[in-house]
């Protein structure tokens, strides 16, 4: 796999573009509809980016707001929340999609494409709410200096096999 | 003109206007270039001309208790055979007996065959009123009344215009003559095509209480005037709640839409009142080149309101803030600016077809030489899309069967090769269907997956190399795909990728569970995993709807090309490089 002598980091440039349908406590929403963008992983510490409140539209929101996160490997969801700003503090969630990372990581098309995707977003009881529409891009850099991360993604839906363990030799202490 | 808007959020939206409409050509808006480069290139120069046609009633039935009907009209075209297909439907009008709807349909005027058109009004319900109008089912609506008449009488009266009266139809018997319910005016106009769309920001300063105890609703309407005097609107803004200064969102208008950049037109502006009575607040006269000089002069033009002692100039004015033009480009100007086609092909062999040796198979090879369903199908459809393919070579597959001495493929070379699938031109097409036909044993299930996906990875590929390349993909099948939910998965896939795929039937099935996946005749497609198609790349067309020798099956196969084209294209700013 790919990952494996990969020096590179890798970071998305998520576009929130807009969202479809919204609603809160059955009603559509009318204001304060805002993102967060988080890579989900287990290890390194998550990656966090969200747009700002006053996006036009009501229940159709539009924030067209370019957000950053980085894309440790290892990660295989990025998790788009709609949440409801509320001046108490207490922002509730209108709606939450699992975007896996092999929708726009190593399909059919190249690693700089720009991707148009949407997704169904589903509430904290699991029903449908609403659709998100985002754009992503994948962009590497790659930087020397930073110690080589190892590790291979396994993708157990597809393999459904055992993880092999594979013996490393490398020269600098590893911090974990 | 009080009665053309009213009501609800669906009233409120604005019609006409907004980028969505613009320079798209999904069939009810503009006109299909793809379509016309086609037609020219076989010789039918002048024999076609593109029409708009617009719509308003008068004198409806009141269906509803409390308020007014809420009427929308549906048109269909009479086939030969009497089969009626439907063209377009307008938007609906709330609480109007007398409505002007916006929204108009384009028709191509063929002069040498008599096109019938049906038109039926229908009161739409009001639970109904925030659907999209395509997904209206019309049995859940009240009929309200139908004519019918032949295009040519539209064109040929000297004001283009036909007023007829509408009749409940011959269904409707039981009364011992037709109640009258009503009269209908279509218009005629022929299209202009034009790639320029202005975009505008207007307001409006200082516009006066009409009543002191209510609010005042501001919205605009934007109408053209004809040669005959009348006005036709064309566009409506958003309503803006409670504001006497307000700044409505930006309007697109192509100038296809309005006719030139000096043509007449009237900016009304009115109070929205939810009876459908909408109070003229003012009004004022000017075309596009004289909004555009406004805009640069940063002056306001005051309104003025018709009484009856002659026009009453108001203070309020309208400014125009922003003016920008911009040009829109076409199929055409990608195809010229570099862009290839690549057409391929996709062949049912699963065993619902028949046994290629019976004669009443969809696959038997007729030895006088008469084409079956799926060489007619191949030629008449290949022969329209080879024509925007560069380089006619074409991969191409067959699914569901057993090549020899294997399991069941569901995307095997057609060619019978192991490692390439390209055949030359149409007729390597069908040569290598005929011999494929010999070294394979029919099977099954239906399934459009493993296609489909394939397709996909080389329309991926292409971008790989960098390379300007849309695919189209063709799949002819005669029956219903069997896993309809990975059929729906891999085409959500694929949906964000320079790819449209054209579903074709062949036989006499039953193909309405096919439509399900034209998100033009239903909803958005949802993957299993809650990803949501990012565009309908998918069109399905019942080979039998496609008769030969008409203009109407190219239309009917090129109907949405250009537009899935171009979707794709503008999304990423991507423009022909010349």
Redo the contacts between chains.
């Keep these: 796999m790919s990952d494996m002598a990969n020096t590179h980091k890798r970071s998305l440039e998520v576009t929130v573009i807009s969202g479809e349908d919204l609603h809160i406590n059955d009603r559509p929403i009318k204001n304060n509809a805002f993102v967060t963008v988080t890579a989900d992983t287990r290890s390194s510490p998550s990656s966090y980016d969200s747009t700002k409140l006053n996006a036009p539209g009501e229940s159709y929101p539009f924030w067209n707001e370019k957000l950053q996160i980085s894309l440790p490997a290892g990660s295989r969801h990025v998790v788009i929340e709609v949440r409801r700003w509320s001046s108490s503090g207490r922002d509730k969630l209108v709606g939450a999609?699992?975007?896996?990372v092999s929708?726009f990581l190593g399909?059919?098309?190249?690693e700089d494409?720009?991707?148009?995707?949407?997704?169904?977003l589903?509430d904290a009881n699991g029903q449908r709410n609403g659709?998100v529409n985002i754009s992503v891009r994948v962009v590497t850099s790659s930087s020397s200096t930073s110690v080589p991360e190892f590790g291979i993604t396994v993708d157990r839906e597809k393999t459904g096999r055992a993880v092999t363990g594979m013996p490393v030799w490398y020269p600098n202490q590893c911090k974990s | 003109m009080g009665n053309c808007c009213s009501d609800d959020r669906g009233g409120r939206a604005p019609i006409g206007g907004t980028p969505a409409n613009i320079g798209l050509g999904n069939g009810n808006d503009a006109p299909n270039d793809a379509v016309h480069l086609f037609l020219r290139s076989r010789g039918y120069q002048g024999l076609f001309s593109q029409i708009q046609l617009s719509f308003s009633a008068s004198g409806l039935r009141d269906r509803d208790v409390l308020s007014k009907s809420d009427p929308m009209l549906v048109a269909y075209t009479r086939g030969r055979d009497g089969v009626l297909k439907e063209v377009g439907r307008t938007e609906v009008v709330l609480n109007s007996l007398n409505p002007k709807w916006i929204n108009t349909l384009n028709v191509t005027f063929q002069f040498e065959i008599v096109q019938t058109m049906l038109f039926c009004l229908y009161d739409v319900d009001t639970q109904f009123h925030q659907m999209e109008v395509k997904m209206l089912k019309l049995e859940e609506q009240q009929f309200l009344g139908e004519a019918t008449c032949a295009l040519s009488e539209i064109i040929t009266k000297s004001n283009r215009s036909l007023t007829l009266d509408l009749t409940y139809g011959e269904e409707y018997t039981g009364l011992s003559r037709p109640q009258n319910c009503g009269r209908l005016a279509v218009h005629a106009e022929e299209c202009i095509t034009s790639k320029t769309t202005t975009e505008m920001i207007l307001r409006c300063s200082e516009l006066e209480h009409k009543n002191l105890f209510s609010r005042t609703d501001p919205f605009l309407v934007i109408s053209k005037i004809v040669e005959s005097g009348m006005s036709i609107p064309v566009c409506k803004t958003e309503v803006i709640r409670n504001d006497l200064k307000p700044t409505w969102k930006p309007v697109f208008l192509n100038i296809q839409q309005v006719g030139s950049k000096d043509s007449p037109l009237v900016i009304e502006c009115f109070n929205f009142n939810s009876s459908g009575k909408h109070d003229l607040i003012g009004k004022l006269q000017k075309s596009l080149l004289d909004l555009e000089k406004l805009h640069s002069s940063v002056k306001g033009e005051n309104l003025v309101l018709p009484t009856a002692a002659g026009n009453k100039v108001l203070k309020s004015q309208l400014f125009v803030d922003t003016f920008s033009e911009s040009t829109q480009h076409t199929f055409l100007d990608y195809l010229a600016g570099g862009f290839e086609v690549n057409f391929m092909l996709a062949v049912d062999f699963t065993a619902s077809n028949g046994n290629p040796r019976l004669p009443d198979s969809l696959h038997y090879i007729d030895p006088s030489g008469r084409p079956n369903a799926y060489q007619r199908a191949i030629l008449e459809v290949g022969e329209v899309l080879h024509f925007y393919d560069s380089d006619k070579r074409f991969p191409a597959w067959g699914f569901g069967a057993r090549p020899i001495d294997g399991p069941v493929s569901h995307c095997f070379n057609l060619n019978g090769s192991s490692t390439y699938c390209e055949v030359e031109g149409i007729q390597g097409i069908m040569m290598a269907y005929a011999s494929a036909l010999l070294n394979v044993s029919l099977a099954g299930p239906t399934l459009f997956g493993p296609v489909i996906s394939h397709a996909?990875?080389i329309?991926?590929?292409s971008?790989?190399n960098g390379r300007h390349r849309y695919s189209v993909l063709l799949i002819i099948t005669d029956g219903v795909v069997t896993d309809l939910q990975e059929t729906k998965d891999a085409l959500v896939?694929a949906s964000?990728?320079p790819l449209s795929i054209l579903i074709v039937g062949v036989g006499g099935a039953d193909f309405k569970e096919m439509e399900i996946l034209d998100a033009d005749k239903g909803e958005?497609l949802?993957s299993s995993?809650?990803?949501?198609?990012?565009?309908d790349i998918v069109q399905f067309v019942p080979f039998r709807d496609v008769q030969s020798g008409e203009i109407s099956v190219v239309q009917e196969l090129l109907a949405e090309l250009p537009t899935q084209f171009l979707t794709y294209m503008r999304?990423?700013d991507i423009k022909p490089s010349y």
């Design positions: 999609a699992w975007i896996p929708d399909c059919y098309t190249p494409y720009l991707h148009f995707l949407s997704y169904r589903r659709i | 996909a990875q329309a991926g590929q971008l790989a896939k964000d990728l958005r949802e995993n809650g990803r949501v198609a990012t565009r999304r990423r």
